[in-house]
């Protein structure tokens, strides 16, 4: 089993920067892909950004794309979602996930799950 735990969520006004952290144990984390996903209330859980296990290859959602970043240190067992330029409609609570095998889009392929932090941009 792994655990994930997410912090750096926050209120903020549109424009600024934040910086999520998801912690992860239980599991040897260099093998896992991992990636982030947000939920708005009212709105099912959407993709917004995935990383191979190496780090080599990223994926985006449109919506982020240019202004969010997602990396990994391995050595840390921590995976980070930079976000610049907030909007308001960046408002959601954000899940980091973990998948063995290939980064993915879908949440349908992700096997374990943090229970999130909340982000809130005003305008």
């Known amino acids: 089993q792994m655990q994930l735990v997410e912090s750096g969520g926050g209120l903020v006004q549109a424009g600024a920067s934040l910086r999520l952290s998801c912690a992860a144990s239980g599991r040897t984390f260099s093998v896992y892909a991992m990636a982030w996903f947000r939920q708005a209330p009212g709105k099912e859980r959407e993709f917004v950004a995935a990383i191979s296990w190496s780090g080599g290859t990223t994926y985006y959602a449109d919506s982020v794309k240019g202004r969010f970043t997602i990396s990994r240190d391995n050595a840390k067992n921590t995976a980070y979602l930079q976000m610049n330029s907030l909007k308001p409609e960046d408002t959601a609570v954000y899940h980091c996930?973990?998948?063995?095998?290939?980064?993915?889009?879908?949440?349908?392929?992700?096997?374990?799950w943090g229970q999130g932090t909340q982000v809130t941009v005003s305008s």
């Open positions: 996930a973990a998948r063995e095998g290939a980064a993915a889009r879908s949440r349908m392929a992700y096997n374990y």
